[in-house]
């Protein structure tokens, strides 16, 4: 995610809603999202919050308004810029999500380069990848001062 899409209130995120909308089924399509599960977030390669599923969709998109539907009431729902980079038609999962928590601090965790916005570690190979975490490096700089700026507000 950006960082304009972890909004802040009380030092937490307001974080109501992951979404993964891909062209050909993606991690969280394949593996399943369900209650309860824990969902790790991340604002570029940095992991900065976890929340828990409150409820989750999974299913075939012809329209992206059809994933934008079901978002209503949330961040996302209206910002286009969020929405823009998504493909037209492919493969989705919505999940509500609730009890978000800033980390206390980034770090690098996963995969630098696949785009992942969020995360349900549901095996060891994925606990062991996503959740070994490695300090921010120095090109990471202006994300971690957006971090610690999100965790003040």
């Given at each position: 995610?950006?960082?304009?899409?972890?909004?802040?209130r009380?030092?937490?995120?307001?974080?109501?809603?992951?979404?993964?909308?891909?062209?050909?089924?993606?991690?969280?399509f394949?593996?399943?999202?369900?209650?309860?599960?824990?969902?790790?977030?991340?604002m570029?390669?940095?992991?900065?919050?976890?929340?828990?599923?409150?409820?989750?969709?999974?299913?075939?998109?012809a329209?992206?308004?059809?994933?934008?539907?079901?978002?209503?009431?949330?961040?996302?729902?209206?910002?286009?810029?969020?929405?823009?980079?998504?493909?037209?038609?492919?493969?989705?999962?919505?999940?509500?999500l609730?009890?978000?928590?800033?980390?206390?601090?980034?770090?690098?965790?996963?995969?630098?380069?696949?785009?992942?916005?969020?995360?349900?570690?549901?095996?060891?190979?994925?606990?062991?990848?996503?959740?070994?975490?490695?300090?921010?490096e120095?090109?990471?700089?202006?994300?971690?001062?957006?971090?610690?700026?999100?965790?003040?507000?």
């Amino acid at each position: 995610m950006q960082p304009e899409h972890l909004q802040a209130r009380d030092g937490r995120p307001r974080v109501t809603v992951a979404v993964e909308a891909r062209d050909r089924p993606g991690p969280a399509f394949k593996q399943g999202v369900y209650p309860d599960d824990v969902v790790w977030i991340r604002m570029g390669p940095l992991l900065v919050a976890r929340a828990t599923v409150k409820i989750a969709w999974k299913g075939e998109y012809a329209f992206i308004r059809e994933l934008r539907d079901r978002t209503k009431g949330s961040e996302l729902q209206h910002d286009d810029d969020f929405w823009q980079g998504k493909p037209k038609i492919g493969y989705a999962v919505v999940a509500t999500l609730q009890n978000a928590r800033f980390l206390p601090e980034p770090a690098l965790a996963g995969p630098r380069t696949y785009g992942y916005d969020w995360v349900v570690v549901e095996n060891d190979r994925k606990r062991e990848t996503w959740l070994t975490k490695r300090p921010p490096e120095p090109k990471d700089a202006p994300l971690v001062e957006r971090f610690n700026e999100l965790v003040s507000s």
